[in-house]
């Protein structure tokens, strides 16, 4: 089970840092990631973390954004700084059980099996 937190609203520019509980043995899948999906569109990949601790961010992410994990904890973490607007969006993590390369772990949403149910970011 994975459950987010950290969401909020928050004006440009400012930082945000989602948490996401991650239960049983879900923190060491092979594929982690964080994935986002703003109204009326599709859901999109943010940020990766693959068990070699391996990352990969989507173009409009990068240098702002910081996907971590803390084993120890059964956590995820997705720093956000220096929000945008565009950046709003409905936040959720995810676990794939499938070995994929940092960047197909950004691209093949349909290989993630488990879900959290989500938190909102609003920039504005």
């Known amino acids: 089970q994975l459950v987010e937190s950290g969401g909020g609203s928050v004006q440009a520019g400012g930082s945000l840092r989602l948490s996401c509980a991650v239960s049983?043995?879900?923190?060491?899948?092979?594929?982690m990631g964080w994935f986002r999906q703003a109204q009326g569109k599709e859901r999109e990949g943010v940020a990766t973390?693959?068990?070699?601790?391996?990352?990969d961010y989507a173009d409009s992410v990068k240098g702002r954004f910081t996907i971590s994990r803390d084993s120890a904890k059964s956590t995820l973490y997705l720093q956000m700084n220096n929000l945008k607007p565009e950046d709003t969006a409905m936040y959720y993590c995810?676990?794939?059980?499938?070995?994929?390369?940092?960047?197909?772990?950004?691209?093949?949403?349909?290989?993630?099996?488990?879900w959290g149910q989500g938190t909102q970011v609003t920039v504005s």
């Open positions: 049983g043995n879900l923190i060491f899948k092979r594929c």
């Open positions: 995810a676990a794939s059980p499938h070995g994929m390369t940092v960047g197909q772990a950004l691209q093949w949403l349909e290989l993630y099996k488990y």
């Open positions: 973390i693959l068990n070699d601790d391996s990352t």
